[in-house]
C-alpha cells in the first residue's frame, strides 16, 4: 500500500536531477490541480532536462528571476525533484534552513514540493515554476500539463546516446514545449535537428541564474509571451 505520508515517494536512484517519482494517489491529486489550472491565477512553467546535467535547475532560476524582475510577477518556484538543491541554495543565499518558503530576490522557493502545495500555490502566486529535474517517460503528464513546458537537452559527445535513445517521447511535444540546450557543440545540435527533427536552441550563456542581461531578457520573453491559456491543453489520467 502507499504510504500517505507526503501522498508521494522519492525515487532517490542517481545524481543530480533525478526525478521525484510520485505514487498512483498522489498522481491522481496533482493531475486535478494541473486539470483545474485554467480556473486559477497561476501560469505553470513546467523546466526538465533529458539527463543528468543538462542545466535544467539553473534555467529554472534564471526563467523565475526574469519573470519576477523583468515581468514583475509575483512568482514561486517549486522544486519537484529529489536533488534537495534548494535547502542547500537557502543555506547560501539566506544562511538560515528550513524556512517554508524561502525568498531570494523577490521569488519565493519552495523545496521538496508537494501537490497540495502546488493546489495552495496556484491561487497565491501568478507564475510557478516547476523544476522537475530529469523527466522520466512515465512522469511526462504533469510536465506535459504546464502552461508553459521548457525541456533542456545535454549536446555534450558523452551525453547524445541517451538523448537520441528518447526521442519517441521527447518529441510528443513538439508543436507546444520549447527545446533548448545550454551545453555541447553546435554541430551537435545541428546535426541532431537535421536528423532527429529535434528542435534545439541554444539558450544565450550565464553564468549567474540571477543577474538577466539584454540578450537574456529578450529570449526569455520569446517563450513566455507564446504562453497559451492553460484549458486548451489539460488531459487527465
Same mark, same amino acid.
Given at each position: ?20 517519482? $510520485? ?54 518556484? $517549486? ?11 537557502? %543555506? ?7 524556512? %517554508? ?16 502545495? $502546488? ?31 521548457? $525541456? ?46 529535434? #528542435?534545439?536552441?541554444?539558450? #544565450? ?29 489539460? #488531459? %487527465?489520467?
Amino acid at each position: 500500500d502507499c504510504p500517505e505520508k507526503e501522498g508521494r515517494q522519492q525515487e532517490r536512484e542517481g545524481a543530480e536531477g533525478s526525478l521525484v517519482c $510520485l505514487k498512483t494517489k498522489e498522481k491522481k491529486k496533482m493531475n486535478r490541480y494541473f486539470s483545474n489550472a485554467g480556473e486559477r491565477q497561476g501560469v505553470t512553467v513546467g523546466v526538465a532536462g533529458t539527463a543528468t546535467g543538462s542545466g535544467s535547475t539553473h534555467f529554472a532560476l534564471l526563467f523565475a528571476n526574469y519573470l519576477s524582475a523583468v515581468e514583475q510577477k509575483r512568482t514561486a518556484l $517549486l522544486e519537484w525533484n529529489a536533488t534537495g538543491a534548494f535547502r542547500k541554495l537557502e %543555506r547560501i543565499c539566506t544562511g538560515d534552513e528550513g524556512k %517554508r518558503p524561502f525568498s531570494v530576490l523577490d521569488v519565493d522557493y519552495y523545496p521538496d514540493s508537494t501537490g497540495e502545495e $502546488l493546489g495552495i500555490c496556484l491561487s497565491r502566486y501568478e507564475v510557478l515554476v516547476l523544476d522537475f529535474g530529469v523527466l522520466r517517460e512515465e512522469c511526462t503528464i504533469q510536465f506535459h500539463q504546464c502552461g508553459i513546458v521548457c $525541456l533542456l537537452g545535454s549536446f555534450s559527445e558523452w551525453k547524445l546516446e541517451e538523448l537520441i535513445s528518447s526521442e519517441s517521447w521527447i518529441l510528443q511535444g513538439r508543436k507546444r514545449w520549447h527545446y533548448l540546450m545550454t551545453f555541447g557543440s553546435e554541430e551537435a545540435r545541428k546535426e541532431a535537428v537535421r536528423r532527429y527533427r529535434m #528542435p534545439f536552441r541554444r539558450v #544565450p550563456f550565464v553564468p549567474d541564474a540571477f543577474s538577466i542581461n539584454r540578450e537574456t531578457a529578450l529570449f526569455l520573453e520569446e517563450i513566455w509571451r507564446d504562453k497559451r491559456e492553460k484549458s486548451q491543453f489539460c #488531459p %487527465r489520467n
